[in-house]
């Protein structure tokens, strides 16, 4: 199971990726969760503000004529380069620059791209992704492994136009579905807007978010949501969403 969690800056792709990596890990999956923004921080929302651990170095990574391929086995990179995070939860960090003048992050996308597409190999795992807010993770081939692109749609204009830039790109990958969580939803008008959005343009809506301060105030405190308000709105929704990810990917009844 392979996740991909995109949207506009600000959305809260963060603070989902991180409630639903744990709430995943609780029901006795193994869950590695990949910070792939190069203005990482993913590390304080799952839990762990002070975390010190290396970026995924680019010299793990071979070119193939099927794309990046792994060096090293994917068990020796988790390894050598995962934090613990609470619930269990295994975290990377996507290289990122160090200097000015150094760049693009083409090889560091590269290496992503490689190790979700080993982690797939692995028995009982659920790999998530955090993607940056810019399209570049689709042009770029990082999130082509994933099983499910989750698009996060706050209910204006610029956020629900970066959603339908960013699941037409998904839509001429090898992605296997895109969905979208509408977040930040403050009164039932902006709800409304979320599913006309996804009516008007054909994208499976699966659930939505309320506005919630306590998530500005864990930020405040360095804390993960889930650990500072573990039965606020927000999380309480997430719940609801992350049964209905569960669902994708449980067995069908006859099948074997």
Not at 112 to 135: F, G, H, W
Not at 214 to 226: C, G, H, I, M, P
Request: include cysteine; hydrophobic fraction near 45%.
């Amino acid at each position: 199971m392979k996740l991909a969690i995109a949207g506009k800056g600000g959305a809260g792709k963060t603070t989902f990726t991180a409630i639903t990596s744990r709430l995943i890990a609780r029901v006795g999956i193994n869950v590695v969760a990949i910070d792939a923004d190069s203005n990482p921080n993913l590390d304080a929302a799952l839990g762990i503000p002070d975390a010190q651990y290396s970026s995924l170095p680019i010299s793990l990574v071979s070119r193939k004529l099927d794309g990046p391929r792994l060096n090293e086995s994917v068990r020796h990179v988790l390894d050598q380069h995962a934090v613990l995070a609470p619930d269990g939860v295994l975290l990377l960090r996507m290289g990122r620059p160090e200097h000015a003048d150094e760049g693009c992050l083409c090889s560091a996308h590269a290496t992503v791209s490689a190790v979700v597409a080993d982690l797939a190999d692995q028995p009982n795992m659920c790999t998530i992704l955090d993607l940056e807010a810019s399209p570049e993770h689709l042009s770029r081939g990082t999130a082509r492994h994933a099983d499910v692109l989750v698009l996060i749609a706050e209910p204006y204009f610029r956020s629900l136009e970066a959603v339908r830039l960013q699941a037409r790109l998904a839509a001429e990958s090898s992605i296997g579905r895109i969905v979208v969580v509408a977040n930040k939803i403050r009164q039932e008008g902006d709800l409304l807007a979320v599913k006309e959005f996804c009516e008007r343009n054909g994208f499976e809506l699966i659930g939505h978010i309320p506005w919630d301060t306590n998530a500005l105030d864990a930020d405040a405190q360095r804390q993960s949501l889930l650990d500072f308000a573990p039965d606020s709105p927000a999380v309480t929704a997430v719940e609801l969403i992350v049964k209905d990810l569960l669902a994708i990917f449980a067995p069908k009844k006859g099948s074997h």
